[in-house]
């Protein structure tokens, strides 16, 4: 399943918390396409949030070219001690060329 393959890469930039949920069932896309990623890791520090993403591209790779949408939430430990919430994904709109007409 591509959550544990994601899970798996992820795992190179040793989470203190880590949580990947397969969001899929609010889109019209099919089975294992949208991914929402809650990462905390040292590996942020002093990193800008661009910078985070980019660094979580490079780790996963070639299973970026598999996954359709990734949603990142991305913190330090300290970050994550003070906020320790993350926001609601958005309700799918439609739109898609998949969506019956």
């Given amino acids: 399943m591509m959550l544990q393959k994601i899970e798996i ?3 190179a930039l040793q989470p203190q918390a ?3 949920e397969d969001e899929s069932y ?3 896309r099919g089975k294992e396409t949208h991914f929402k990623v809650v990462l905390v890791t040292d590996a942020f520090e ?3 949030k661009l910078q985070r993403h980019q660094k979580v591209y490079a780790t996963l790779g070639t299973l970026m070219e598999e996954i359709y949408a990734l949603t ?4 330090t430990p300290s ?3 003070a906020e ?4 609601d994904s958005p ?3 439609g739109g898609s060329l998949h969506d019956k007409q």
């Fill in 79 to 81: 970050e994550w001690q």
């Fill in 46 to 48: 002093g990193a800008r």
């Fill in 72 to 75: 990142l939430h991305t913190y």
């Fill in 18 to 20: 880590l949580q990947v």
């Fill in 9 to 11: 890469a992820l795992a």
């Fill in 91 to 93: 309700k799918c709109m």
């Fill in 84 to 87: 320790q919430a993350v926001p």
């Fill in 26 to 28: 609010m889109h019209s």
